[in-house]
């Protein structure tokens, strides 16, 4: 039983060459399958192949995405209104920029005058105030003499005196009011213009944003796993691993025979192998010099060893190398074994 050789190396670079071409063909298998098309009431995403391939080969896609005839109408009818706003806001827009280009307020217009131009409104108060004032000093100087209280007096000058008093906070009391109704004015009339020059600038904002359509959302969709193709580099070294200790197994299954055979010489210079002792033959190999072997059993009766032998047939080992047979006694054929060269 000779020694078998070792298995050819494999084509590590072929093998390696492959897989990764089943990668990039699984990877775009993958891309493929994650294209889903998708209908949703408002609108659809269609993927198309678009014909030819980029510079690695890859298939490209174009994503359409329609809106539903109901939105389409939507996006249209506002398309054209926003349009038509627009047109409208840039009529007004000479008008607001000529109010932007107006250093603000101005506020020399603003009303500080009451009744009647250049008059402040206390003046107008107190020119109010005047007649009465005049009329309750006459009544106080006539209720005076009719008491007897003479001008110059202690008694005269203390009247006088609380007249002047109450007429005194009349008057404040007109300067003051006269002042907030003047600066009230003057807060309205500041509004008003403010209003004004933003009023314009508000309506074309007001035009310039109009209703957008709905855009359709889109659901999530299972995406396909990204898997890698066959490994072709790895199945072939797995494949030449395998051919490798078959024939390691192999080798060393020889060299036990072998060497059972090389102790079955060494311990008895001839072993009993007249094929007409054995049963159950089984050829199981051969020899280096040409000779089989086989398995088989010692028949019963011959006081031989039990269970299952391997061994060489005598009378073969007769025609090829006759020196290495012997005729025992008993008439049965021994073969040498230390002359077969194993």
Not at 15 to 44: I, K
Not at 77 to 97: E, F, H, R, S, V
Not at 141 to 153: E, P
């Amino acid at each position: 039983m000779g020694k078998a050789s070792a298995p050819p190396a494999p084509d590590y670079t072929g093998a390696a060459t492959a897989t990764a071409a089943g990668n990039l063909e699984a990877a775009r298998a993958t891309a493929a399958a994650n294209r889903t098309n998708q209908v949703t009431p408002y609108g659809n995403l269609t993927y198309t192949a678009n014909p030819g391939t980029d510079p690695y080969g890859n298939t490209l896609y174009t994503a359409t995405q329609t809106l539903a005839p109901e939105q389409q109408a939507i996006l249209d009818k506002t398309t054209q209104l926003n349009a038509g706003l627009m047109d409208t806001a840039n009529t007004g827009l000479q008008y607001a920029n000529q109010v932007l280009s107006q250093p603000g307020v101005d506020m020399s217009t603003l009303p500080s005058y009451g009744i009647d131009p250049g008059q402040s409104y206390s003046d107008a108060i107190m020119a109010r105030l005047a007649p009465q004032i005049a009329q309750e000093q006459q009544s106080s100087d006539t209720r005076l003499a009719n008491q007897g209280i003479a001008a110059g007096t202690e008694a005269y000058e203390n009247a006088k005196r609380q007249l002047a008093m109450s007429q005194n906070d009349r008057q404040l009391a007109a300067i003051t009011g006269g002042m907030g109704m003047g600066l009230n004015a003057n807060q309205q009339a500041f509004n008003q213009q403010a209003y004004n020059q933003m009023q314009p600038i508000n309506v074309i904002n007001a035009l310039r944003t109009g209703s957008q359509v709905q855009n359709p959302n889109f659901a999530p969709t299972p995406q396909q796993a990204n898997v890698g193709g066959a490994d072709i580099l790895g199945a072939t070294q797995a494949g030449y691993n395998a051919q490798l200790g078959a024939t390691n197994a192999q080798n060393q299954a020889s060299g036990n025979f072998m060497g059972g055979l090389m102790n079955l010489g060494g311990m008895a210079a001839f072993g009993k192998s007249d094929e007409r002792l054995k049963e159950n033959i089984k050829k199981i190999g051969t020899l280096d010099n040409g000779l089989n072997l086989y398995s088989y059993n010692y028949k019963d009766g011959y006081d031989l060893p039990e269970g299952r032998q391997i061994g060489v047939m005598a009378q073969e080992v007769e025609k090829v190398i006759p020196e290495a047979v012997v005729m025992e006694a008993d008439g049965f054929r021994a073969v040498n074994y230390a002359l077969l060269g194993v």
